[in-house]
């Protein structure tokens, strides 16, 4: 995340793996607050990408029939390497070597990928035997701790529009999707959250994905909301969201986190989520206490030892169950900020997208940030 005095303030990260889907943020939401670095006028955000995986070795190929332009850096007279769709030219694979990355029969600190002209292109990276992604802007690949870092720069609104796109389903109600845009692009405006990079493609910062389609819905919700920020006290807020909120919101004092002069994120109610009740059930081993309900650094710290889906949402009822805790909840995530259950099913009902982001966030307003 990136945040500023009008929220938490958090403590720029070196690259982390998330905490999972449905513990979004909330992990740097209860950290202790730390100033960092004021947001950049943002048309160009660096996102590190797929470190989850801890990558060794890496795939990088052009996307359709796009040209590649790969250059050593770091060192004067280094070698330049081209990806197309010709055969024999279509993919490279990178892997580190202690402080080195390697590119086929090269070595170099780090390599820049761009197009021929050394602007933004459309190209995809793998990870072999995990996961394929496509990416649109300037790749940067090098070594830390025997692995390799990736870093895409890519334009804010491609950005806002892959996270959309990731954390949406793209036939949502087009007003709920600018609502989630607008809220996304908000996050990515308010300060960043890495030292390395601005965010990770993680739920840690922001989930990501790759752009959709020009003609997508999300697409288009992006394009109308272009600019668009919530602003709290003149300053972008670093918008918080949650899957389901079980019928109502939470301020940061009812998951345990003092918002000092930052915006509180008022508990509201959410009509969508007390008509569409939603029930998860599981069992967790014994522990020393019973998980405490509504408690989120607890949340987060039996989720990773039992798994994210044993306890996927902040309000739970407990009861001892032979040996174990048998755990039941009407939520999904930390249940603070906009809920993206109810947001659908406000915009379903004819809200608009304004109507549903001055609902979740109140006294807060629209700003337009170029």
Request: include cysteine; proline fraction near 6%.
């Amino acid at each position: 995340m990136r945040m500023t005095s009008n929220a938490l303030l958090f403590k720029p990260q070196r690259f982390t793996c998330g905490i999972g889907r449905f513990g979004l943020w909330v992990l740097a939401l209860l950290l202790p607050a730390m100033a960092v670095s004021p947001a950049r006028a943002q048309q160009e955000i660096r996102f590190g990408v797929l470190g989850l995986f801890h990558p060794r070795e890496m795939v990088l190929e052009p996307e359709g029939r796009g040209v590649l332009s790969i250059t050593a850096q770091g060192e004067a007279g280094g070698p330049a390497l081209v990806l197309n769709d010709e055969p024999g030219h279509r993919q490279i694979v990178f892997h580190a070597e202690e402080a080195r990355v390697v590119a086929g029969t090269h070595s170099a600190d780090s390599w820049l990928v761009t197009s021929r002209g050394g602007g933004m292109v459309a190209f995809q990276l793998i990870v072999p035997g995990k996961l394929r992604r496509t990416y649109v802007g300037r790749l940067t690949l090098e070594a830390q701790n025997g692995e390799l870092l990736a870093v895409v720069s890519m334009e804010r609104e491609t950005a806002v529009a892959s996270i959309v796109a990731a954390e949406m389903v793209g036939n949502s109600p087009i007003e709920a999707l600018k609502a989630q845009a607008v809220a996304t692009r908000s996050f990515l405006t308010a300060g960043q959250r890495h030292l390395d990079f601005d965010f990770c493609d993680t739920t840690h910062c922001q989930f990501l994905k790759s752009p959709p389609e020009p003609t997508s819905q999300v697409f288009q919700a992006v394009e109308a909301t272009r600019g668009l920020v919530i602003a709290y006290r003149g300053k972008p807020l670093a918008a918080m969201y949650s899957p389901r909120c079980g019928g109502r919101t939470h301020s940061l004092r009812d998951v345990g986190a003092d918002p000092g002069s930052g915006y509180p994120y008022f508990a509201v109610p959410c009509v969508w989520c007390r008509r569409h009740p939603f029930t998860w059930q599981s069992t967790i081993g014994k522990s020393a206490h019973a998980p405490e309900p509504g408690n989120e650094r607890e949340r987060i710290a039996q989720a990773r030892q039992w798994g994210w889906s044993a306890i996927p949402g902040s309000d739970f009822t407990v009861r001892d169950d032979n040996g174990g805790w048998r755990l039941e909840g009407h939520s999904v995530g930390h249940g603070v900020g906009m809920c993206q259950h109810g947001a659908v099913g406000m915009a379903a009902a004819g809200n608009n997208f304004r109507e549903i982001l001055s609902h979740y966030y109140p006294n807060t307003l629209l700003l337009l940030q170029p």
